[in-house]
């Protein structure tokens, strides 16, 4: 059982920039950026290999944001530029396991003002 911490979450205005970050209790492989919003479905956001070496985002969100880690702090982060109003949500991490992502985070509440 891995369990998944966020933090970093906020109020900023348009334009301005966070960064997430998700402490791990221990090593992780694949680990995901999701993000939800009342009255929508989950969005998936990011995710990154175990080796860091591979990446992929959604299309929409691409030169936006970026998804990074630290192995040795068990730490993956989501730098989060040109913020815009409906990127507020609650964002998740999670770790995949097998072929889906079965340990999740809290959430942090990121608010996005013009």
């Known amino acids: 059982q891995v369990q998944l911490v966020e933090s970093g979450g906020g109020l900023v205005q348009a334009g301005g920039s966070l960064r997430l970050s998700c402490l791990a209790s221990?090593?992780?492989?694949?680990m995901g950026w999701f993000r939800q919003t009342p009255g929508k479905e989950r969005e998936f956001v990011a995710s990154?290999?175990?080796?860091?070496?591979?990446?992929n985002y959604a299309d929409s969100l691409k030169g936006r944001f970026t998804i990074s880690r630290d192995n040795a702090k068990n730490t993956v982060y989501l730098q989060m530029n040109s913020l815009k109003p409906e990127d507020t949500a609650v964002y998740y991490c999670?770790?995949?396991?097998?072929?889906?992502?079965?340990?999740w985070g809290q959430g942090t509440q990121v608010t996005v003002s013009s």
């Open positions: 221990g090593r992780t492989f694949t």
């Open positions: 999670a770790h995949r396991v097998v072929n889906e992502y079965r340990y």
């Open positions: 990154i290999s175990q080796s860091g070496s591979i990446t």
